[in-house]
């Protein structure tokens, strides 16, 4: 099985997909931590980081590379990233996008990242700015488009368990020979 978690910067994707990932004894893989770690290793933080990437292709397509090559080769993981679902493509079973509204994902980025808020929200906007941007630009991926995904939830209505358990049971309940509807993923560009 291969599950697909994706969603914007403080909307509960890292909370969800180890759980997830947990009550299905998936590995969990997460573009979002590898990131980081390679902002860090340069001394930088994820939204300098994501602004050097708008000058170099290269770090956003090695990365997406690794998490495509994750889908196409592998069984039995939960990939989460903001681009999970369109990376995964047709070799997903289920794309799962979780959102909250911008003012709940910062609040939860503050309490992460310990940053004062209004730092924070410009952070976020000008992160999100940056990654739509090189998205359309480098796969014609629009992260606004969510009509791929079988799932979309808005996390601030429920909480991390009440996500969970919404989650197990559409994951239990999903059965591949009886699905009828499976939303193809056309039109990106898979150029690494």
């Given at each position: 099985?291969?599950?697909?978690?994706?969603?914007?910067?403080?909307?509960?994707?890292?909370?969800t997909?180890?759980?997830?990932?947990?009550?299905?004894?998936?590995?969990?893989?997460?573009?979002?931590?590898?990131?980081?770690k390679?902002?860090?290793?340069?001394?930088?933080?994820?939204?300098?980081?994501?602004?050097?990437?708008?000058?170099d292709?290269?770090i956003?397509?090695?990365?997406?590379?690794?998490?495509?090559?994750?889908?196409?080769?592998?069984d039995?993981?939960?990939?989460?990233?903001?681009?999970?679902g369109?990376?995964?493509?047709?070799?997903?079973?289920?794309?799962?996008?979780?959102?909250?509204?911008?003012?709940?994902?910062?609040?939860?980025?503050?309490?992460?990242?310990?940053?004062?808020?209004?730092?924070?929200?410009?952070?976020?906007?000008?992160?999100?700015?940056s990654?739509a941007?090189?998205?359309r630009?480098?796969?014609?991926?629009?992260?606004?488009?969510?009509?791929?995904?079988?799932?979309?939830?808005?996390?601030?209505?429920?909480?991390?368990?009440?996500?969970?358990?919404?989650?197990?049971?559409?994951?239990?309940?999903?059965?591949?020979?009886?699905?009828?509807?499976?939303?193809?993923?056309?039109?990106?560009?898979?150029?690494?």
């Amino acid at each position: 099985m291969l599950l697909t978690v994706s969603g914007p910067p403080g909307s509960g994707k890292s909370t969800t997909a180890a759980a997830l990932a947990e009550a299905f004894d998936l590995e969990h893989v997460s573009g979002g931590d590898i990131f980081r770690k390679l902002a860090a290793e340069r001394d930088m933080t994820p939204v300098e980081f994501n602004e050097l990437a708008e000058e170099d292709d290269q770090i956003d397509r090695d990365l997406d590379r690794r998490l495509r090559d994750v889908a196409v080769e592998r069984d039995d993981v939960l990939l989460e990233s903001r681009l999970a679902g369109w990376l995964a493509g047709d070799h997903a079973d289920l794309r799962i996008w979780l959102d909250a509204p911008l003012d709940v994902r910062c609040e939860r980025i503050v309490d992460r990242e310990e940053k004062p808020l209004d730092r924070v929200i410009e952070e976020t906007r000008r992160r999100e700015s940056s990654e739509a941007k090189r998205y359309r630009e480098y796969y014609n991926i629009h992260v606004d488009d969510l009509s791929i995904y079988d799932l979309v939830y808005n996390t601030a209505r429920w909480s991390p368990e009440g996500m969970l358990g919404m989650l197990t049971t559409a994951v239990d309940s999903y059965d591949p020979d009886t699905d009828e509807g499976k939303i193809s993923v056309e039109g990106v560009d898979y150029d690494f």
